[in-house]
Nanobody, 125 residues
Framework: QVQLVESGGGLVQAGASLRLSCGIS????????MGWFRQAPGKEREFLAV????????YYADSVKGRFTISRDNAKNTVYLQINSLKPEDTAVYYC??????????????????WGQGTQVTVSS
């Protein structure tokens, strides 16, 4: 079992930056992909980025390339999502998720097995 706990959300003004954290506990995750998603009110859960714990280049949704950066700290068992130049449309609950690594990178939320409780990000204009 993998437990995920997000933190770092909050209320910020447009143009600000935030770094979200996802603390990981439970079984070893060396064979897992770690993803970030978000869900705004009335919308479907949206894929943002994924990184493989074992290494390799991250993969991003086209809509966030250049503003979002996913990274990991193996020693701290933590995955991060750096968000720059925040916009009001970034307002959502942000979730981290985990799934066992397969050959294909997965962007659909239904393909992830473990989820955190989410952290709210609200961007004011």
């Amino acid at each position: 079992q993998v437990q995920l706990v997000e933190s770092g959300g909050g209320l910020v003004q447009a143009g600000a930056s935030l770094r979200l954290s996802c603390g990981i506990s439970g079984r070893t995750i060396s064979g897992y992909d770690m993803g970030w998603f978000r869900q705004a009110p009335g919308k479907e859960r949206e894929f943002l980025a994924v990184i493989r714990w074992s290494g390799g280049n991250p993969y991003y949704a086209d809509s966030v390339k250049g503003r979002f950066t996913i990274s990991r700290d193996n020693a701290k068992n933590t995955v991060y999502l750096q968000i720059n130049s925040l916009k009001p449309e970034d307002t959502a609950v942000y979730y981290c998720a985990a799934r066992r690594t397969t050959i294909t990178i997965m962007t659909r939320a239904t393909r992830y097995d473990y989820w955190g409780q989410g952290t709210q990000v609200t961007v004011s204009s």
